[in-house]
């Protein structure tokens, strides 16, 4: 079973990844390109059909991955840089600076990330740059909270005492002996972090506030296609089924419990 | 009892002026002068100047705080700045129906959790087909997810409304149909987390010598999970609702707006849209409020679940 999970995972991954890199190649049209063929059904020119503008809606979807995969990624990275380093220093030190830590992680729990993304978002006006800063910003809290949870278990360790015993200091030892150790729970934690930024990104593009049109982004689209539901389902809930997908990807590769 | 409760209030109350205050500032500082978002691109420097005065805008953003919370204390929230009506009586009519739907959803999801995984015949297809739906609930977009059951049983079958909300007054049947789909959105998530939680601990309590005894009694499978096993495992399902329900809160955003639910939390999506912060920072602290109160209810519940536990 969690060879199966794992190998789902990287396969969704893996095909997202192709879509992203490869998207002129797999696209049959130009994502932005509009038409007068617009709101056509499913054809064997146009797949999943038009949309309101004429642009064909499976070029959109492929062409979407980019987006997604890089407020995703990039988000997590923000996310792994503050709160990788502020997890191994609350978690090896102690005292004062683990305080600290972990009441800056409680009050972030108290908002929820998405409401939280929603009002930074609102205020510093969403563009590509602004939505990885901003939820890489909101998703932090649960990286440190692992990475924290983890070094203390590893601080115990007889080898940490050891290297303690030989005259290490804090930073060598948190480099060469703890962040080893701590360095699968890290890596698991930031392919969730990626499902869950890319989660988060696509509700945001959904309730206005995501990459601004005409970059086909996959919430956004949802949106777009809500009106014409009855119309051309596909226009909505193929890239709903898109988000859907990448997002269990990273999530079957990154966690530990499904 | 009481002096848990009163020791927990008086301990979250210094985190929660932290968190209002760094909202204000930083809602405020960052959005600049309302004057100028409530009388548009247009207005001259004077008119947005004597509008300041009046409001009060033009006072240290320390005082305005002050004042803000001040007023929040005694129930005046002030004014919305896009629709003229008080914050207070544009959020009081919305606080039931995001109530209703949020504990509804935590009902569903509970108890579907539980009993789906601890039904005991015909294991070896349900258990793969939980997890396989649990996996569902937890990756699958709320936005997603109601569009997609708005498709089949609103467009396809034509069996319920497509979006909307109809109050108790319509008649429990109409509120029943327009409250189905938005429930079952916002459960889903809860569906699979609360699965996760309560499989892991179900499988521990399994193992347990009393669990054997019961079998031992002649038992049947079916009255040992139920009877033994589920009353022993609901507890981390109870401590994870508590922690949650601040991202039930987010669910319920996206929920209400797919199907124009007519509660806070659309209310906040349009208040941030048209950037009318009044509005904006009294439905966030209303959130963090009420996220702080549930968790302690959770904690209460807790207790209730478990007599062998004493919150000291």
Known sequence: MPRLKLLSGLLIIAAACLCAAAAPLIAGYDPTQTSLQSLDPPSSAHWLGTDELGRDILSRVVYGARISLTVGIGAALVATSIGVPLGLCAGYLGGKADLAVVQIVDLFIALPGLVLALIITAMVGPSLKNLVLVLGFVMWPPVARMVRGQTLAVRESVFVEAARAVGGGAGWIIRRHIWPNVLHVAAAQFAVTIAFAIFTSSSLSFLGLGVPPPTPDWGGMVRGGFDYLIVNPAMSLAPGVAVAITVAGFYLLGSREA | ?312
């Open chain 2, 1 to 312: 009892m009481l002096t848990l409760v009163v020791r927990r209030l008086l301990l979250a109350a210094p985190n929660l002026v932290l968190i209002s205050a760094l909202l204000f500032f930083s809602v405020s500082g960052l959005l600049g002068s309302p004057a100028g978002l409530m009388l548009g691109q247009d207005a001259s420097p004077e008119a947005i100047a004597a509008l300041n005065a009046r409001m009060g805008f033009d006072r240290p953003l320390s005082m305005q705080y002050l004042s803000w919370i001040g007023g929040a204390l005694t129930g005046d929230l002030g004014r919305s700045y896009t629709m003229q009506e008080s914050v207070l009586s544009l959020l009081l009519p919305r606080i039931p129906i995001t109530a209703e739907l949020a504990f509804l959803a935590i009902l569903v999801a509970t108890l579907s959790a539980t009993v789906i995984n601890s039904v005991t015949v015909a294991r070896g297809l349900i258990r793969p087909a939980a997890a396989l739906l649990g996996i569902a609930g937890i990756t699958v977009p709320n936005f997603m997810l109601g569009i997609s059951l708005i498709f089949l049983f609103s467009v396809k079958l034509g069996w319920l409304p497509t979006t909307g909300w109809s109050p108790w007054s319509d008649g429990v049947l109409e509120h029943v149909r327009h409250l189905l789909l938005p429930v079952l959105t916002l459960s889903a998530f809860y569906f699979g987390s609360f699965s996760l939680v309560y499989r892991a601990e179900y499988e521990a309590v399994r193992r347990q010598l009393y669990v054997r005894v019961a079998r031992a009694k002649g038992l049947s499978e079916t009255a040992v999970s139920f009877k033994h096993v589920l009353p022993n495992s609901i507890l981390p399902v109870i401590t994870y609702i508590g922690i949650t329900l601040g991202q039930l809160t987010g669910g319920a955003v996206v929920t209400e707006t797919v199907f124009s639910v007519p509660g806070t939390g659309s209310l906040f999506v349009s208040a941030i849209l048209a950037r009318d912060y009044p509005v904006m920072l009294a439905i966030s602290m209303l959130i963090i409020v009420g996220v702080a109160l549930m968790n302690l209810l959770a904690d209460l519940l807790y207790t209730v679940a478990n007599p062998r536990i004493r919150l000291a």
